[in-house]
Structures are given as structure tokens and as C-alpha cells.
């Protein structure tokens, strides 16, 4: 596909710019440019590839996204790496993920050498607005909607895929180097909904339960399973690790109800190829207390795209809290976040293909 690029007329100034990116926190602050591809079932499938200034889009009152949430997104990351070249990880996984995620939608395919290569070229437009701060980088947002106008319940002939980009630097407000999690009486995705995939709908359900943990001032959701109500799944954002005093880890296993990290996989391939024992489990919340207390849990960890990998310190819900270890990050936690930004900053040697270099 070739992109048709679009002069930006009044890219943000130099010196706003470098005041923006200083400190950007995550989510706030966005760059000058943006891809966007149509799609019309009318007109031969996807079309008009291209790179322009970022910029408000136009949506009649009917179009069904408004209506019946076909919306799904991806998060990654670019990278500056010691080189100074620019680096994507693992695009080619989001570029999958969001194909499953749009056929579960009900939406079409986007190549994934497309998805790939409109990623590229926003990272490249805006490769000014790496922030310079610690931990930083570019968090690329792929997104897909429906923007056909028609409120009969079917999937919509017309879509419109962009790609937007947010400096960011440390996901969580507080910079703590572990975070409490509320175990919140919600639920997120039942057995044959929409868990695995990556819709915007999953995560507006989960914003009564968000906003229900940040009165109670922790920093996440845990969710537990929807059938029985008693099985870990994840974080409103992040997947979830638990560390043994037998040096075994456990993660919940992929059911059809949790979000198929990337950074899961990842963090599951390096720990194994340290030689640790990696299982793919359900573990209970009881059980999860219990370990906790007795000491043979020693480290519960989050993991994600914007996230990386933060210890959770604290766990509270209706029945009480408990404290993890010695309620701060433990030592496999930061073993394995070293190692894991060590490969996606180019100081690690990535032995998996796993880090894209962007010319
Ligand atoms: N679980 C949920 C619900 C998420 O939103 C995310 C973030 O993308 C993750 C897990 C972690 O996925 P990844 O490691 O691919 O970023
Ligand atoms: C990510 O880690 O990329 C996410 O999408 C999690 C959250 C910010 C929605």
C-alpha cells in the first residue's frame, strides 16, 4: 500500500513540544501526525492510506461505533534505543492480536504487513516527540471503528482504521514502585464474550469497578472469573504473575477471558529460558490469601504494554487486605522487568526477533 502524505501546516513549535514531552505522564499528550486507512465492503476492502497531521474526524450522528460499540485498538510501544535508532517491539503479535480481536468484532482483517507499516511511518513522522525522561517512549495507539451510518444491529460495511501516538513516560500516577490492586465484585468478561479481544467495550464496563478502586485508593481492578467468581483473571489493563518460595511461577491460563498479553508471552519465554518453571494455571483468590500469608507466595506481579512490569504490593477486596512479601517489589519482579526493558531498549541482546528497528 502506498501512504499519500499530507503536509502538516502548523506542527506544534519546537519549544511546546519539548515542554510537553518533559514530564508527559501516559495518555495526555499526542503528536502531530496520525495514519488513517478506510475500509468500504462497497468499494474492493481497505483504501486511502494516509499519513497527515493529526486532526478531529468527522462522524455522522449514525455511525454504528456510536450506537453499537464496534470498536476495537491495540497498544505498543517505539522505542529509542542506546543507538539512537527507533525501535518497535513485537509489532508483528499486535498486528495478529488485532486481526483476532476484529474477527471477534465482526470487523475485516487488516494485513498485518499494513497494520506494521502504518505503525512505522507515524513513528517516523513524529520522531521528535520521543520524551527524554526516564522509562520513556512513544505509545503507539492503533484503533479501528465502524463509521458506516446505519443503526440496523449487523456489522457495518465502512470502517476507519488510524494509528495515533502518545509520548509516555511512567503509566501509574504515583511512580510507586508497587501498587495496590481491589478485588472488585464485577466482573469483565464472561466464558464466550469478549474478554480476549481488545474492545473498547471491555473497558468501559470496567470503569464503575476502576473508578470503585481509585475511591478506595488502590491503583487497579482485580477481576475474577464470571462463572464462579473465584478464579483470578487479570487487572483492568495488565495480566497477572504470582511468584512461589519454590521459585515456580504461575500466571491464569488463557481461557477465552483474559486479554492474550504480549508482554505476558514475553515475560512466560524469559523466565522459562532462565531455567524457572512457568505454569499456565487458574489459582483462586482464597488460595491466592492463603499462599500470602503463609509466605509461600512471595511476589505477585502486573505486566503490560504501558504498564511494563509493576509489583503489586497490596491486595484489598470486602473480605480485608493482605500484603505481598515485604509489600514492595521482590527480586524475580525486577529480575525479569530488567531483562524484558533491557531487550526493548537495545542494552539486552534480543536472541528472539523480537525488536523491530525502524530504518
Ligand atoms: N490485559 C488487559 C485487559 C490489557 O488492556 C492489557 C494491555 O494491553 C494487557 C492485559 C497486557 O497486554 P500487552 O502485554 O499486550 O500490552
Ligand atoms: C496497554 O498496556 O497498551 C493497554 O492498552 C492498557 C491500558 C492503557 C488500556
Avoid at 465482526?106 to 498485518?112: F, G, S, T, V
Avoid at 475511591?215 to 511468584?243: C, P, S, Y
Wanted: with cysteine.
Amino acid at each position: 500500500m502506498d501512504f499519500t502524505r499530507l503536509p502538516h501546516p502548523a506542527p506544534v513549535p519546537g519549544a511546546t513540544r519539548e515542554q510537553a514531552i518533559a514530564d508527559p505522564g501516559f495518555g495526555k499528550v499526542f503528536t502531530d501526525h496520525m495514519v488513517s486507512i478506510d475500509y468500504d465492503a462497497d468499494k474492493g476492502g481497505w483504501h486511502s492510506p494516509t499519513l497527515g497531521p493529526r486532526e478531529p474526524i468527522a462522524l455522522d450522528p449514525a455511525a454504528s461505533v456510536l450506537h453499537y460499540a464496534q470498536e476495537i485498538f491495540e497498544g505498543l510501544k517505539a522505542y529509542r534505543l542506546a543507538d539512537g535508532t527507533m525501535a518497535l517491539f513485537r509489532p508483528d503479535a499486535n498486528a495478529a492480536r488485532f486481526n483476532r480481536s476484529a474477527e471477534r468484532l465482526a470487523m475485516p482483517a487488516l494485513p498485518e504487513d499494513v497494520f506494521v507499516e502504518a505503525v512505522r511511518q507515524a513513528v517516523l513522522a513524529d520522531k521528535d516527540w520521543f520524551p527524554a525522561v526516564d522509562g520513556g517512549s512513544l505509545y503507539v495507539r492503533p484503533f479501528m471503528f465502524a463509521n458506516e451510518a446505519f443503526l440496523g444491529v449487523r456489522p457495518a460495511t465502512r470502517y476507519k482504521f488510524l494509528v495515533i501516538l502518545s509520548p509516555a513516560g511512567n503509566y501509574f500516577k504515583s511512580g510507586a514502585p508497587a501498587v495496590s490492586v481491589w478485588v472488585s465484585d464485577y466482573t469483565r468478561a464472561a466464558p464466550g464474550g469478549t474478554g480476549a479481544a481488545k474492545c473498547g467495550g471491555n473497558y468501559a464496563a470496567s470503569l464503575v469497578p476502576t473508578g470503585e478502586a481509585f475511591a478506595r485508593g488502590h491503583d487497579q481492578t482485580v477481576f475474577l472469573d464470571a462463572a464462579e467468581r473465584k478464579w483470578i483473571e487479570e487487572l483492568g489493563g495488565m495480566n497477572l504473575f504470582f511468584v512461589f518460595d519454590d521459585g515456580t511461577i504461575l500466571t491464569p491460563p488463557l481461557r477465552g477471558t483474559i486479554l492474550p498479553g504480549i508482554t505476558r508471552d514475553s515475560i512466560i519465554t524469559l523466565a522459562r529460558e532462565q531455567g524457572l518453571t512457568v505454569r499456565e494455571e487458574m489459582y483462586s483468590l482464597d488460595q491466592w490469601r492463603e499462599d500470602a500469608v503463609s509466605g509461600r507466595l512471595v511476589e505477585t506481579f502486573a505486566c503490560g504494554t504501558a504498564a511494563v512490569v509493576t509489583a503489586v504490593g497490596k491486595v484489598a477486596g470486602h473480605d480485608g487486605e493482605f500484603t505481598i512479601g515485604s509489600g514492595g517489589p521482590g527480586q524475580l519482579t525486577q529480575t525479569l522487568r530488567e531483562k524484558l526493558v533491557g531487550i526493548q531498549r537495545g542494552t539486552v541482546e534480543d536472541t528472539h526477533g523480537w525488536v523491530t528497528r525502524l530504518g
